[in-house]
């Protein structure tokens, strides 16, 4: 096709260094929209032939997606990507148990948390890695700890990871403060009304754990935890419920402080917001994959797949979004931006990142998250 051979000859332009990447992303962005891109798809229907959905975080994410990933591929490939959003991993996995077989595709999940969830419920694919060569670049570790889980097979292609850490406005919260105190900032008296949080039982209960000098991954004095988690509801002004939303609420300075996702707050350090972040010690870090769902139609999930994980395409994704590629930095130069990102590590080894204990937190989130509700409610 005349369009996918255009695109073939950008990028091979890109790659050798004949177009910058401003040029180079204008081009083809506007061979997607000149080749019947869709815009976001808002329903519920079934994809059609030729056509694959994938969900998202939304915001700068999924506008990341769609101008790095998906455009591009519909472009080279004439398959139509139709691109849904979530809040929340337990909203989205409620909406695929509820569907029908192959109405969701590919979804931007939590790491091996929600890997588990997906595997344990009868929700996983198989994917021929023959299929997807670009998971050569990808770090070895974020590979096989999903293919261990699910019996050496996997369902699912590790794209990003980054950190919820400590996020401040410098104008009220220094630094140093901000480093002395960790997550004990979030129930900190002194702020009362200034202060804000995710309404996900597993981010406050981490925090929690930190705030009462717990490990995350073994607390053993839940009351002490269930307590700090009301004390910080109690001061509070509002749980946020959207990475726009904790972006919105952070740049009109509606509060001071918060944890938030390492990709978000560089984004708002980013347009000149004077925020900071901080990493406490056993802070929460995380890694993404794109997870295919069974019923998916294999062969369009597979070649959408490989063409994410292409280095320029992932790099590009990753410089959009903020967060760093699942790329290992020894096997691919990433460029000047992504070794700049929080939570990046150039060795590839994760080592430095307290990752959740899936088999920990997937085995008491019947009882965690329905005692949270019950809390959030104002018990």
């Known amino acids: 096709?005349?369009?996918?051979?255009?695109?073939?000859?950008?990028?091979?332009?890109?790659?050798?260094?004949g177009l910058d990447r401003r040029s180079f992303l204008g081009l083809i962005g506007a061979a997607g929209l000149a080749y019947g891109v869709r815009t976001p798809f808002a329903g519920h229907a079934l994809a059609a032939a030729g056509e694959v959905r994938f969900d998202g975080w939304g915001g700068v994410v999924s506008e990341a997606f769609r101008k790095h990933a998906f455009d591009p591929y519909t472009a080279k490939t004439g398959v139509t990507v139709i691109d849904g959003t979530f809040g929340g991993g337990d909203e989205y996995l409620s909406r695929v148990k509820a569907g029908q077989p192959g109405e969701y595709n590919i979804a931007h999940l939590s790491g091996v948390f929600d890997y588990a969830r997906y595997h344990d419920l009868g929700l996983s694919?198989?994917?021929?890695?023959?299929?997807?060569?670009?998971?050569?670049?990808?770090?070895?570790?974020?590979?096989?700890?999903?293919?261990?889980?699910?019996?050496?097979?996997?369902?699912?292609?590790?794209?990003?990871?980054?950190?919820?850490?400590?996020?401040?406005?410098?104008?009220?919260?220094?630094?140093?403060?901000?480093?002395a105190k960790g997550a004990s900032l979030l129930i900190d008296e002194t702020r009362k009304g200034k202060i804000g949080g995710w309404a996900d039982w597993r981010t406050r209960i981490w925090m929690a754990a930190l705030q009462t000098g717990q490990d995350p991954n073994n607390a053993t004095d839940m009351d002490a935890v269930?307590?700090?988690?009301?004390?910080?509801?109690?001061?509070?002004?509002?749980?946020?419920?959207?990475?726009?939303?904790?972006?919105?609420?952070?740049?009109?300075?509606?509060?001071?402080?918060?944890?938030?996702?390492?990709?978000?707050?560089?984004?708002?350090?980013?347009?000149?917001?004077?925020?900071?972040?901080?990493?406490?010690?056993?802070?929460?870090?995380?890694?993404?994959?794109?997870?295919?769902?069974?019923?998916?139609?294999?062969?369009?999930?597979?070649?959408?797949?490989?063409?994410?994980?292409?280095?320029?395409?992932?790099?590009?994704v990753a410089e959009g979004q903020n967060y760093p590629p699942a790329l290992d930095p020894q096997k691919v130069d990433l460029g000047?931006?992504?070794?700049?990102?929080?939570?990046?590590?150039?060795?590839?080894?994760?080592?430095?990142?307290?990752?959740?204990?899936?088999?920990?937190?997937?085995?008491?989130?019947?009882?965690?998250?329905?005692?949270?509700?019950?809390?959030?409610?104002?018990?």
């Open 226 to 316: 269930w307590d700090a988690i009301r004390k910080h509801r109690d001061l509070a002004l509002k749980y946020w419920g959207s990475g726009a939303e904790l972006m919105s609420l952070l740049a009109e300075e509606e509060i001071y402080v918060t944890e938030g996702w390492s990709g978000r707050i560089y984004a708002l350090q980013e347009q000149g917001h004077d925020i900071g972040y901080v990493d406490p010690p056993n802070g929460y870090g995380w890694q993404e994959c794109l997870f295919v769902i069974k019923g998916s139609p294999m062969a369009e999930c597979e070649e959408l797949l490989n063409f994410m994980l292409d280095p320029a395409t992932s790099i590009a």
């Open 1 to 17: 096709m005349d369009h996918t051979r255009r695109y073939e000859r950008l990028r091979e332009r890109y790659l050798n260094g």
């Open 125 to 179: 694919s198989e994917l021929n890695r023959a299929n997807i060569p670009n998971l050569d670049y990808v770090i070895p570790k974020l590979v096989t700890v999903l293919s261990d889980y699910s019996g050496g097979a996997l369902s699912a292609v590790p794209y990003d990871y980054g950190t919820t850490g400590i996020a401040y406005n410098r104008k009220h919260i220094s630094d140093d403060e901000a480093k």
């Open 336 to 379: 000047a931006k992504i070794p700049t990102l929080p939570a990046f590590d150039p060795t590839g080894t994760l080592s430095g990142l307290t990752f959740a204990n899936p088999a920990y937190w997937n085995g008491n989130e019947q009882e965690w998250s329905k005692t949270f509700g019950r809390v959030q409610k104002g018990y």
